[in-house]
């Protein structure tokens, strides 16, 4: 995980159609692993009944609303609100990491376009998120795993109780994918391990393992349910972790 550079200026971008605002404290807890999230605003038409946690969310984090009116029906202007905001904030050159919170495949052309300027952009989405989005971003993180791992009794509710909570919400809260069941997980692993390099003991280097496997996929251990990739290898079968007097961790491949 990149978090060698806490000095770092994130913008985070919310659409608020398409994210739930009741992960929006977890969401700025991983962004802290790129840096200080001084840019943050959500984009919406504020008049829908629906945003009105959203709404209230904004006031309660400092994040800044965007009026987006519905001036068709069946278009959404947030979208390319959003986009041209993004592309603003990457040739100010100011912003050296991003967050986009939403499930919309339209995001993709703007993630893969910051991704050419070496800067990382985390998505934020539900299970339900086109794989184009998650595979454009460095790093795509399921909100209800998330979710899953906050430990409050219950979210808090808007400032307006007559409202609803947000139909946003994904339903599947409280529960995590599990890395043993994910064939194409243990897959991209495996493959990573087998491409670097071994010592006589047969163990790599974790942080070797997993840098080339995030050259090859989103994916992020939080998805599974662990804060670290450690974590995760440990619990697969397949692997064995080894920590060294330097403090590294080495990995290898027993099954």
């Given at each position: 995980m990149p978090d060698e550079t806490p000095s770092r200026n994130v913008a985070?971008?919310?659409?608020?159609?398409?994210?739930?605002?009741?992960?929006?404290?977890?969401?700025?807890?991983?962004?802290?692993e790129l840096?200080?999230?001084?840019?943050?605003?959500?984009?919406?038409?504020?008049?829908?009944?629906?945003?009105?946690?959203?709404r209230d969310m904004s006031i309660r984090h400092g994040i800044e609303p965007q009026q987006q009116f519905?001036?068709?029906k069946g278009k959404n202007a947030t979208d390319m609100k959003m986009t041209i905001d993004a592309m603003d904030l990457l040739f100010r050159g100011r912003v050296e990491g991003f967050g986009i919170m939403s499930s919309d495949s339209d995001f993709m052309p703007i993630a893969m376009r910051i991704r050419q300027d070496g800067i990382p952009v985390y998505g934020f989405g539900n299970a339900n998120t086109p794989e184009g989005f998650r595979q454009a971003c460095t790093r795509f993180i399921d909100v209800a795993a998330l979710l899953a791992e906050a430990t409050p009794a219950a979210p808090a509710r808007p400032v307006n109780e007559d409202v609803p909570l947000d139909a946003s919400l994904p339903p599947a809260i409280g529960t995590k994918r599990k890395a043993g069941d994910d064939p194409e997980l243990l897959k991209l692993l495996i493959?990573?391990?087998?491409?670097?390099k071994h010592d006589a003991k047969g163990f790599s280097s974790l942080s070797a393992v997993g840098q080339l496997a995030a050259n090859r996929s989103s994916f992020d251990a939080r998805n599974y349910g662990f804060k670290r990739l450690s974590d995760l290898i440990e619990s697969?079968?397949?692997?064995?972790?080894e920590r060294r007097e330097d403090g590294q961790i080495f990995v290898k491949r027993v099954r």
């Open positions: 985070l971008l919310i659409d608020a159609d398409n994210a739930s605002w009741h992960a929006i404290d977890p969401v700025l807890t991983v962004l802290a840096g200080t999230v001084n840019v943050r605003r959500v984009y919406g038409n504020w008049s829908k009944p629906a945003l009105t946690g959203w519905d001036l068709t493959d990573a391990y087998d491409a670097v697969l079968p397949a692997f064995q972790t």
